[in-house]
């Protein structure tokens, strides 16, 4: 446990755990964001032929393209929240858990 500067907390992980939690949940997230963009890419397959459906298969495309660049960068995002973690852990073990 650790007393956290910023809120005064007590809390039940060392920050290192807390941050690969953190990275972990990161990961979650675009999970949860390719599984949109996948149901996107079925509805974008369908053959829409009028102009208004033409209109909607561009548009699911532009929402597509975002949920793929969201997903990079919350998986980006995670593998630097394990460095910090790491980073972390070093200062743990360095310091005998005193950050």
């Known amino acids: 446990m650790y007393l956290s500067m910023a ?8 920050p290192s755990e807390a941050a690969r939690d953190f990275a972990r949940q990161l990961r979650l997230q675009a ?4 599984a949109v963009r996948e ?3 079925v509805a974008r397959s369908i053959g829409w032929e009028s102009p208004a459906g033409r209109n ?3 548009y699911l ?5 975002g949920l793929r660049s969201a997903s990079v960068l919350l ?3 995670a593998v630097s929240m394990e460095g910090y973690g790491v980073a972390l852990r ?3 073990t360095t ?5």
């Open 61 to 65: 495309i532009e929402r597509e393209t």
């Open 7 to 14: 809120s005064g907390l007590i809390c039940e992980q060392e």
């Open 39 to 41: 149901r996107l890419g």
């Open 75 to 77: 998986r980006e995002a």
């Open 90 to 92: 070093m200062g743990e």
């Open 31 to 34: 999970d949860v964001v390719d």
């Open 56 to 58: 909607f298969r561009a």
């Open 95 to 99: 310091n005998g858990s005193q950050i």
